[in-house]
T-cell receptor, first 109, second 112 residues
Framework: GEDVEQSLFLSVREGDSSVINCTYT??????LYWYKQEPGAGLQLLTY?????DMKQDQRHTVLLNKKDKHLSLRIADTQTGDSAIYFC?????????FGAGTRLTVKP | DTAVSQTPKYLVTQMGNDKSIKCEQN?????MYWYKQDSKKFLKIMFS???????INETVPNRFSPKSPDKAHLNLHINSLELGDSAVYFC???????????FGQGTRLTVV
């Protein structure tokens, strides 16, 4: 496809794991990113993965990359209410970044 | 200190007016961007500058004109504002075209 695709909504209970999935477009993208946007705020870089890696773990965040399927996922362990936000998957093109539409994560107590 | 700062944070204006949004980065980055986020939260690149030179100009109406007086600044000027210009505009910067981007807080533009 031509767009970076993500599911739009995800709802989990506090303490559960969250998995946000993304399909990107360009197999030659060197970096793939996850950004977090809290209500009324800017985009905060959460984590990123270099294209020659399969997995990256950073505290509660685990990124998995399947280059064959152009699939990227973000797993948040022990999800907290403070994790409620919109999560954007992004790929780095030659001169720009392409973003998915964002997944709105809602964490219920 | 804020790494990428935009002003103003909110901007409400009437149709037909001309307005500017300013962006400054203190990270020493070579590349700066403007993105538009519409009401559905889609983020689309508008412009990209590398070392003060325009390298991307997506299909944006020519009412939008970026100005980069130096590497640390990329301002967005919009002429003859239309209702459809209402959105959140994000400025961003990166060390170069191959590294991650850092974003400003966004400017919510409302055209009435």
């Amino acid at each position: 496809g031509e767009d970076v695709e993500q599911s739009l909504f995800l709802s989990v209970r506090e303490g559960d794991s969250s998995v946000i999935n993304c399909t990107y477009t360009d197999s030659s993208s060197t970096y793939l990113y996850w950004y977090k946007q809290e209500p009324g705020a800017g985009l905060q870089l959460l984590t990123y993965i270099f294209s020659n890696m399969d997995m990256k773990q950073d505290q509660r965040h685990t990124v998995l990359l399947n280059k064959k399927d152009k699939h990227l996922s973000l797993r948040i362990a022990d999800t907290q209410t403070g994790d409620s936000a919109i999560y954007f998957c992004a790929e780095k093109g030659i001169h720009d970044m392409r973003f998915g539409a964002g997944t709105r994560l809602t964490v219920k107590p | 200190d804020t790494a990428v700062s935009q002003t103003p944070k909110y901007l409400v204006t009437q149709m037909g007016n001309d307005k500017s949004i300013k962006c400054e980065q203190n990270l020493g980055h070579d590349t700066m961007y403007w993105y538009k986020q519409d009401s559905k939260k889609f983020l689309k690149i508008m412009f990209s500058y590398n070392n003060k030179e325009l390298i991307i100009n997506e299909t944006v109406p020519n009412r939008f004109s970026p100005k980069s007086p130096d590497k640390a600044h990329l301002n967005l000027h919009i002429n003859s504002l239309e209702l459809g210009d209402s959105a959140v505009y994000f400025c961003a910067s990166s060390q170069d075209v191959n590294t991650e981007a850092f974003f400003g807080q966004g400017t919510r533009l409302t055209v009435v």
